[in-house]
């Protein structure tokens, strides 16, 4: 499978955020995105995830299995899609159900497990803390198996361990044929490519 | 093959319903625990009804005649409660991103979200009604009526309400502002509906008339109204 992205160019507000932006990952390979405060990281990942519309440039997946690219993607971002009236096992069996989790995701009790929150799965996710919802969010990308992961700070409120268990699961899913761009100020232990934006405007 | 996948909503067969189902189950949970929208609707409505014959006076006749309009009225204001609600929750807290790359198409996530509301705040009015009817000196006969109509009438109500919440979905106070948008979209709605309410079999005005244009009218919102707030959700999203 490959992702390639070509000479995008996102507009938002009037101002263009980035342009010509362009790179190509194969199965089992990740990319950093980098860049000051407003560069476009987020920019970036929403546009490859199809909810923002592209000014100019290509994204392409081959090759297609499902029939939209946005049915190859997890999105990570800084919204959780928590439900606080929910209970975290609730949240998590909606994220499974719609993301259709079908083709050897793994059960809530498993996603829960191995992100820690076992004890908490009966408690609504109102109560959570920010590092708790982070890896309830998180476990979803266990739920439903997807190729493509577009993590946004995707190490944002985890403590130390949690971080650890995170780096774990991606290098997984990379072994496992998965791609990964994350947008990131942390230092991430993955073995990736860096794609510096802001640098060329 | 660039940007919004769902908007080619390519049907398969029964994978299709799991994802709606799971939603329709979230939105009716949501909906009990926190509370306010059905049960806060209905004592609206009660508020509306019990005002009407201290402001009318205590004119029996007057009341039977005026009680259908303010009974639609009522149960039209008390469906605008809530509604901005509808989408605003979701666009908030990401779960608007999740439903875009669900591969569900956004029009039928829109209208699964719309059943759940009307079940929500739609039903218990219409169970309400005659209730609320007695109290404004409606004859027993036209209860039925009143009743039928309003259950007739009330999923155009949300539906086209959620054009308008789409609309809205970024705005912190779009209260006022959806009300505006969608109170003049209401009124086709409104006239076949008291029309129909105020139709007592037997009478002179027939009551299959009016009512078939309603139930006409909720058919064609079941169908255009999911399309138009999905396209506002797209567009707002960005």
């Known amino acids: 499978m490959r992702l ?5 160019a996102v507009e938002r507000g009037g101002r263009i955020v980035f342009s010509n932006v362009s790179f190509a990952i194969q199965s089992g390979e990740s990319l950093i995105v980098t860049g000051r405060n407003g560069a476009g990281k987020s920019t970036l990942l929403r546009a490859l995830a199809g909810f923002l519309p592209l000014r100019g440039g290509e994204v392409s997946l081959t090759p297609l299995l ?4 946005a049915e190859n993607i997890h999105y990570i971002g800084h919204a959780d899609a928590l439900k606080g009236a929910l209970t975290v096992a609730e949240n998590l069996s909606f994220f499974g159900a719609l993301l259709r989790s079908g083709q050897g995701g793994l059960s809530v009790e498993d996603a829960l497990a191995e992100v820690g929150l076992v004890p908490l799965a009966d408690l609504p996710a109102a109560y959570l803390s920010a590092g708790q919802k982070r890896r309830a969010s998180l476990a979803k990308l266990r739920i439903a198996l997807r190729p493509v992961w577009l993590l946004d700070e995707p190490s ?6 949690a971080q650890q268990a995170m780096e774990t699961v991606m290098a997984a899913h990379l ?17 990736g490519r860096e794609l510096r934006l802001g640098a060329a405007t | 093959m660039t940007s919004g996948g769902g908007a080619r909503a390519k049907m398969t067969e029964s994978p299709i319903m799991a994802p709606l189902r799971a939603l329709f189950i979230r939105e009716l949970k949501i909906g009990q625990r926190i509370g306010g929208g059905g049960p806060l609707g209905v004592v609206f409505f009660l508020i509306l009804v019990t005002l009407t014959p201290i402001a009318v006076g205590p004119d029996l006749a007057l009341l039977a005649k005026i009680a259908p309009a303010m009974l639609w009225i009522g149960a039209l204001l008390a469906c605008l409660l809530g509604l901005d609600r509808l989408f605003q929750a979701d666009f908030e807290d990401g779960s608007l991103d999740l439903f875009l790359l669900s591969g569900t198409p956004l029009e039928l996530i829109v209208l699964t979200k719309c059943l759940a509301h009307w079940a929500l705040t739609g039903l218990p009015l219409v169970a309400a ?8 000196a409606l004859p027993a006969n036209e209860l039925g009526s009143l009743t039928l109509s309003l259950l007739a009438g ?6 086209i309400g959620a054009i308008g919440a789409a609309l809205t979905v970024s705005l912190r106070r779009g209260g006022l502002l959806l009300s505006v948008l969608i109170l003049p ?3 086709p709605v409104l006239i076949f509906g008291t029309a129909a309410a105020g139709a007592a079999p037997g ?3 027939p009551f299959a008339t009016p009512f078939l244009i309603e139930c006409a009218l909720t058919l064609f919102a079941l169908v255009g109204a999911p399309i138009a707030a999905a396209a506002a959700l797209r567009q707002m999203s960005e």
Request: glycine share 6%; charged share 15%.
């Open chain 1, 4 to 8: 390639e992205a070509s000479e995008l």
């Open chain 1, 66 to 69: 499902e029939d939209s690219i």
């Open chain 1, 175 to 191: 072994s496992a044929g998965g791609m990964i761009v994350a947008a990131t100020h942390a230092r991430l232990e993955l073995a």
């Open chain 1, 156 to 161: 944002n409120a985890l403590d130390a361990a």
């Open chain 2, 129 to 136: 009604a005659p209730f609320f009817g007695l109290m404004l």
């Open chain 2, 203 to 205: 009478s002179m005005i």
């Open chain 2, 154 to 159: 009330t999923p155009a109500l949300t539906l």
């Open chain 2, 185 to 187: 979209l209401c009124v």
